[in-house]
């Protein structure tokens, strides 16, 4: 099962509640309608399609979770993502890269200067030496990266990595490829 799927079985609120109500305790059908309010016309159809999907099991003529749902959803996932491109050459860097960028986006900047200087550099790439920049294109460029792209701005700046005059930008800093 994808994650996908997971989710899928799990987005409609009758069946994640039954879901819920069994995972804390329910073990039965009637323990299901009396933990949830719902009546069995609701309850009957949710379990039958969580058993289906592979999240309730019934074990001894009891409801149970699957225990392994989740995590055999995750592995099968990683599974099929297979190997992440390296996105710096040096071993440390890129793990601190890994760690806080996902499908091309920064998650979070990061909270310690090390991590964040690492993260900051990467981001400057996207920038071409000797090319001025208004702050539009600028904020266009790190909204791709982040949400708050004025804080990547500032840090960019305080980093000595961009440098600004009248609200235009140029690369100013960090590693350029040759």
Same mark, same amino acid.
């Given at each position: 099962?994808?994650?996908?799927?997971?989710?899928?079985?799990?987005?409609?609120?009758?069946?994640?509640?039954?879901?819920?109500?069994?995972?804390?305790?329910?073990?039965?059908?009637?323990?299901?309608?009396?933990?949830?309010?719902?009546?069995?016309?609701?309850?009957?159809?949710?379990?039958?399609?969580?058993?289906?999907?592979?999240?309730?099991?019934?074990?001894?003529?009891?409801?149970?979770?699957?225990?392994?749902?989740?995590?055999?959803? *995750?592995?099968?996932?990683?599974?099929?993502?297979?190997?992440?491109?390296?996105?710096?050459?040096?071993?440390?860097?890129?793990?601190?890269?890994?760690?806080?960028?996902?499908?091309?986006?920064?998650?979070?900047?990061?909270?310690?200067?090390?991590?964040?200087?690492?993260?900051?550099?990467?981001?400057? @790439? @996207?920038?071409?030496?000797?090319?001025?920049?208004?702050?539009?294109?600028?904020?266009?460029?790190?909204?791709?990266?982040?949400?708050?792209?004025?804080?990547?701005?500032?840090?960019?700046?305080?980093?000595?990595?961009? @440098?600004?005059?009248?609200?235009?930008?140029?690369? @100013?800093?960090?590693?350029? *490829?040759?």
């Amino acid at each position: 099962m994808t994650p996908t799927a997971l989710c899928g079985l799990l987005a409609e609120s009758d069946r994640l509640d039954v879901f819920a109500a069994v995972v804390l305790g329910a073990r039965t059908p009637s323990a299901v309608e009396a933990a949830t309010g719902m009546p069995a016309r609701l309850v009957e159809p949710a379990i039958r399609r969580l058993q289906q999907g592979g999240l309730l099991v019934v074990e001894d003529g009891q409801l149970a979770a699957a225990r392994d749902a989740f995590k055999d959803a *995750v592995r099968t996932a990683a599974v099929q993502a297979g190997p992440q491109p390296q996105l710096d050459p040096d071993r440390h860097r890129d793990l601190v890269l890994r760690t806080f960028i996902a499908d091309g986006r920064l998650t979070q900047i990061p909270a310690a200067h090390g991590k964040r200087m690492v993260v900051l550099e990467h981001i400057a @790439s @996207s920038f071409e030496p000797g090319v001025r920049y208004p702050e539009r294109e600028v904020d266009a460029i790190l909204r791709a990266w982040h949400d708050d792209h004025a804080a990547l701005r500032r840090y960019l700046v305080d980093a000595g990595l961009l @440098s600004r005059d009248n609200n235009v930008y140029w690369r @100013s800093g960090g590693p350029v *490829v040759v």
